[in-house]
């Protein structure tokens, strides 16, 4: 069992130029999460999603967009990359949806750089 | 606002017993978890309180004060794979996960 997988691990990007990190889980969570977490800050949501069909937005989703057509895959798109989007990205999922309290797992991450 | 503080950093001895600290304020509790992250590599998560007392599992244990807004994850028996980041986080009155900054764990032969 893989659990969470993303892709790419790593990236380096031109500003201005469309992106989508791919992330994948087996495990048949309900809820998935994107998070950012860059240096001497605490990981930070950008969107959510609770159930497949559904997403919502983070603390700080400017930027960034994604989708949930089904239960496994919960890419993020950068429409057009900024250098303050340069971070490390981690995908996480959790079996329940909302109003539960439930441990997130979390994918390896995608360490993006963005100049 | 929504805050959570741990140390940025606490250095240890191997086989030495280290406690890390972390206070919140967050609308509303639902919760209490702590991860621990190796450089370069995803959290895991190691242990969650959401009752006041301590949580034994292994050489960690964690303890949990919701009239203080406070707790600690205790780690026994320092190893020197026990070098790590250290993240807590609150689950806040609408199920969102707060994360604190993460101490860094240092450990020294």
């Known amino acids: 069992i893989a659990g969470i997988t993303q892709a790419p691990t790593s990236q380096i990007l031109a500003a201005g130029r469309r992106m989508t990190l791919r992330c994948t889980q087996d495990?048949?969570?309900?809820?998935m999460y994107w998070y950012r977490q860059d240096l001497g800050l605490g990981l930070r949501l950008i969107h959510y999603s609770n159930t497949a069909g559904t997403t919502g937005k983070g603390e700080v989703p400017d930027g960034y967009s994604v989708s949930r057509a089904n239960t496994d895959d919960f890419p993020l798109t950068l429409a057009s990359a900024v250098p303050s989007q340069t971070s490390v990205y981690f995908c996480?999922?959790?079996?329940?949806?909302?109003?539960?309290?439930?441990?997130?797992?979390f994918g390896p991450g995608t360490r993006l750089t963005v100049l | 606002g929504q805050n959570i503080d741990q140390p940025t950093e606490m250095t240890a001895t191997e086989g030495a017993i280290v406690q890390i600290n972390c206070t919140y304020q967050?609308?509303?509790?639902?919760?209490l978890f702590w991860y621990q992250q190796h450089a370069g590599e995803a959290p895991t998560f190691l242990s969650y309180?959401?009752l006041d007392g301590l949580e034994e599992k292994g050489r960690f244990s964690s303890f949990l004060s919701r009239s203080k807004g406070y707790s600690y994850l205790l780690l026994k028996e320092l190893q020197m794979k026990d070098s790590a980041s250290y993240l807590c986080a609150v689950f806040d009155s609408n199920y969102q996960l707060i994360w604190g900054a993460g101490t860094k764990l240092i450990i020294k032969p």
């Open positions: 309180n959401v």
């Open positions: 996480a999922s959790s079996d329940s949806a909302t109003g539960v309290t439930d441990t997130q797992y």
């Open positions: 495990m048949r969570h309900n809820a």
């Open positions: 967050t609308s509303g509790f639902n919760g």
